[in-house]
């Protein structure tokens, strides 16, 4: 068996033009355009990329974007009184802090990222990493929803797969993907995404005794781990639906997080990277910055 290759992009881009769409018919009502605030500190040069392309999508969706690079060098008090402003500005829909922010090991002053993204009001917080809006997903009433585990669910459901009754195993357990995703994999009342996901979670992690076992009894798998290549061929089961969340950089290759050759021969499905999950994670933001601006 080959496995189908889920088209991340082309399904970032359908998105992305429905977005684009109700952005202009909230704007054709006589409403200012939505608008993100992107806030970069220091110089990684993949946030750069990442930044870069999310300014572009926003502009082709006509929504309104503004980036503050601050240097390295910024203290924890200087980014607080920044976000203070962006929660201020009424014109500013969504702010999104990128991560993560400089390490004192590479030029950073050792800020708290906790204490930045809690700063953010949460009716901005288009990625839904604050307490409230992290909270308000676990208890099944989402104001936004966390921006690559939606962009999965999109993915999934729009390639015709169903999660209901499957097995899902989830292989990473970030604040970010893992737990939000498996949360959402399981709830019951179309809450999260677009239909009742309603399947059984497993969460596992780069600590799981028998990890490989347990993966080979997914019928959908996740992996969200940022190890280059870790889940092989023998621990996926035959006819699976994997998604690659991973996105490495080695040398000057991207890699995910599954050794896709191997991966490829046994599945039904699999996302590719680049071009699978990454393109989502982008539309999704859009959609919630839409969605921050209407509300
Ligand atoms: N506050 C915050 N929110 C984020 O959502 C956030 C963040 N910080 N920090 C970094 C990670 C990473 N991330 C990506 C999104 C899209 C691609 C993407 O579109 N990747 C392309 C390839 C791009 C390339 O060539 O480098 C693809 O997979 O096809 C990648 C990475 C969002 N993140």
Redesign the pocket.
């Known amino acids: 068996m080959t496995a189908t290759r889920l088209d991340?992009?082309a399904i970032a881009l359908e998105i992305r033009n429905e977005v684009a769409q109700e952005v202009q018919a909230w704007v054709a009502a006589g409403n200012p355009p939505p608008k993100l605030a992107a806030v970069l500190v220091g110089e990684d040069p993949?946030?750069q990329?990442?930044v870069r392309?999310k300014e572009r999508a926003c502009e082709k969706a006509g929504i309104a974007s503004s980036l503050d690079r601050m240097p390295a060098s910024t203290t924890q008090a200087e980014l607080l009184d920044r976000i203070d402003q962006l929660n201020r500005d009424e014109s500013v829909s969504g702010i999104?802090?990128?991560?993560?922010l400089p390490s004192v090991q590479r030029g950073g002053t050792g800020v708290d990222e906790r204490a930045v993204l809690d700063a953010i009001d949460p009716r901005k917080d288009v990625?839904a990493?604050s307490p409230v809006n992290v909270g308000l997903l676990m208890q099944g009433r989402p104001r936004f929803l966390p921006?690559?585990p939606h962009g999965i669910i999109q993915l999934l459901h729009r390639s015709g797969i169903s999660t209901n009754g499957k097995h899902a195993v989830v292989v990473g357990r970030s604040d970010?993907v893992g737990k939000p995703m498996a949360m959402m994999l399981a709830q019951k009342d179309g809450s999260c995404g677009t239909e009742t996901a309603n399947a059984t979670v497993t969460l596992a992690h780069s600590r799981t005794a028998n990890l490989a076992e347990v993966c080979r009894t997914a019928d959908i798998l996740i992996a969200a781990v940022g190890r280059p290549e870790m889940i092989r061929g023998d621990m996926i089961r035959e006819g699976a639906v994997v998604i690659d969340v991973g996105?490495n950089r080695v040398g000057d290759a991207?890699v995910g997080d599954v050794a896709f050759d191997e991966a490829e021969k046994v599945a039904s499905a699999i996302t590719p990277?680049?071009?699978?999950?990454?393109?989502l994670?982008?539309a999704m933001?859009l959609h919630n910055t839409l969605l921050a601006a209407k509300s």
């Open positions: 991340g992009k993949a946030s990329v990442y392309n999104l802090v990128q991560l993560p990625d990493f921006c690559t970010i996105i991207l990277v680049p071009g699978g999950v990454g393109p994670t982008i933001l």
